[in-house]
């Protein structure tokens, strides 16, 4: 049976009294287990923001000053601060969205603002782990684990904003099943 056939099969399920089951969305399904990215990320997430746009407005700048059009200027600090408050913004929501868990099959993670994506990585896919920290996360103890699986569309699964120490503790686990699962 083809996955559509499935897919199909399941939207026709109906409950006791015939009626279509209410399909829940992915976020109401988050396990009990389930956890959030450090609170901190968010302040990672706008400091790198800021920097972002304090370049967006320092090349017009520059750029104007040179060629004596302060229109430029005005454009490029505009842009600038359109962008800091977008991401401003953008950095809590993704926190509030963002979720992670590991259950009997994998690690699962579940981000996205408005388009909703939840990532199953399974133990016996995964070839090896990386866990990295940039500056700013070093700063405040975060870590970002990076995980290569063996298939070819979305191989690498990243997922920032985590201590790093629980990147660790990810990475074992990761490790530990996926030998236990080998063939």
Do not use: C
């Amino acid at each position: 049976m083809s996955s559509e056939q499935e897919q199909q099969q399941e939207a026709q399920q109906t409950n006791e009294q015939g009626q279509p089951e209410q399909q829940d969305n992915l976020i109401s399904r988050l396990p009990e287990s389930s956890q959030r990215l450090h609170p901190d990320s968010i302040k990672v997430s706008r400091i790198t923001v800021a920097f972002v746009s304090l370049i967006i407005m320092l090349v017009p700048t520059v750029v104007a000053l040179l060629s004596e059009s302060y229109l430029i200027i005005a454009i490029g600090v505009a842009a600038g601060l359109i962008v800091f408050t977008i991401g401003f913004i953008w950095a809590k929501k993704s926190y509030d969205y963002t979720w992670y868990w590991l259950a009997d099959e994998g690690l699962y993670i579940q981000s996205g603002v408005w388009w909703r994506k939840k990532t199953l990585i399974p133990f016996n896919r995964v070839q090896h782990t990386d866990v990295a920290q940039g500056p700013l996360e070093r700063k405040y103890e975060l870590g970002k684990l990076v995980t290569h699986t063996a298939g070819t569309r979305d191989a690498s699964v990243s997922l920032d904003g985590i201590l790093l120490d629980t990147a660790h503790e990810l990475r074992s686990v990761l490790q530990e099943e996926g030998e236990s699962d080998a063939v």
